[in-house]
Every structure is written in C-alpha cells, then in structure tokens.
C-alpha cells in the first residue's frame, strides 16, 4: 500500500498551486507525462496526465483539518489535524514572566524568511507600527538577525532570536507571521487571530484560506 501525507495544493483530487486566482490565459502548463510515463509503463505501473497524479496512493494522511484544507472526503482521506514537533522541555525564558496580562500582546514570528526582504526594513517597520502603542510587542527574528542592528527601540517592543513559539501564540491577541504551515495550525488550535505577510504562494495560499475563515488577513509586501 502507499500512503502519502498531503496538502490541498498537492492532494490528487485538489491539486492547484495558486488556487486562489483565475488561471491566465495562454499559460500552458508543462507536460510531465513525457518523462515519466516512459519509465512508469516500464515499471508495469499506470501512466500520468500530470505530475499530481505521482502522489496516487492508498491512503492520504492529511495534516491539517478539513476547514483549513477542503479536500473531498473517502475512505482514503484521513484528517489528523496539527502535525508540528513541539519540544516541551525547552525552559521558559524568564522575560515571558514580564509580560503584562492585563495588556494586550501582539506576536510577530518571520523567522529567516525577513532576510528575504530586508531585516532591517521589515522590522524597522514594525518598530514605526507599534511605537508608544498601549501594546506590547514579542518578535521573533530567527538566529539570522541580532536586535542590536535597529536603534531606539520602544520599550513596549521586544526582539528576541528565539522564543516559545506556541507559548507566545497562547498567550497573544493577534499573530503575525508569514503564512507558513507550522505557526498556521499553532495559531488555529490556540484560536487567534492572524495577520499574515506571505513570502512565496504556499505561504500565501495559507493566508487566503484562514482570510476566507475570517481568522485572518492577509496583507501583500510591497517595495514601501
């Protein structure tokens, strides 16, 4: 028998990279079938029309649950909901005690995608979005950037190279984050709101099913 685990964008019956949109006209899409049925027929095994039709199996394991990842339901489909690693004998950095439970939090996670777009710029911005706001900012800026490189940050913003992700997710009122797959379903089992600034179409296709959920926004990067 083969199992996969999939995702909406990669299931058989669903599979469409940008599934958000309107497919262009006079866009063709590239014929796989020509590499692959040549060795599939040697193999004594069915040929493809394209390359989703690789990921045929007995059993499709989703990671994910069906709100979130509308696929058609069979005996071979299984939700199995949050599929992330969370290590839960990290020690919990002292500085989380401070934090203010009467006032409300905002978590910005972008981990080493900010590199992407300038760290400077990206976090430069959300020091001019958040300043002398009655909020208190935690952001997480991966090992890739050190929170000495930006002057005069406000004391209601903090910047750290790691922090308990889900932790912070359950103690915030609103997470920012790019749309990847891990904080996305951390932030659906924790119920809070998002707002998501996508790097690339999977990240981005993350942020149009939680927009259509009404959990979240998803806001465009743009060269401002």
């Known amino acids: 028998p083969v199992v996969q685990i999939v995702r909406f964008a990669s299931h058989p019956k669903t599979a469409k ?3 958000w949109k309107s497919t262009p006209k006079g866009i063709t899409p590239p014929d796989s079938s020509t590499l692959f049925n040549p060795v599939l027929e040697e193999m004594g095994l069915e040929p493809i029309n394209r390359a989703e ?20 339901k069979d005996e071979k489909t299984a939700y199995v909901g949050e599929l992330t690693i969370s290590n839960k004998n990290y020690i919990i950095p002292p500085w989380v005690q401070e934090i203010d439970e009467e006032q409300p939090l905002v978590y ?20 001019d979005a ?4 009655a909020v208190q900012v935690v952001v997480s800026t991966s090992s890739k ?9 406000p004391e209601n913003i903090r910047f750290f190279k790691w922090v ?7 103690k915030a009122d609103m997470v920012i984050f790019h749309g990847g797959y891990g904080t996305m379903m951390e932030c659906i089992t924790c119920g809070k709101p998002t707002l998501i600034l996508p790097f690339h179409s999977e990240q981005e296709g993350n942020g ?14 743009s060269k401002e």
Request: proline share 8%.
């Open 17 to 19: 990279l940008i599934w």
């Open 53 to 72: 039709d690789l990921l045929r199996g007995d059993l499709y394991i989703i990671p994910s649950i069906p709100e979130v990842e509308p696929i058609p």
């Open 108 to 127: 910005i996670t972008m981990g080493g995608g900010a590199g992407l777009v300038g760290n400077k710029a990206l976090f430069s911005t959300i020091i």
């Open 130 to 133: 958040f300043a002398d706001m």
């Open 145 to 153: 950037f050190d929170s000495p490189d930006i002057l005069n940050v």
């Open 164 to 170: 308990p992700g889900k932790l912070l997710i359950s």
């Open 208 to 221: 149009r099913r939680l927009e259509q959920l009404g959990s979240g926004r998803v806001v465009m990067l």
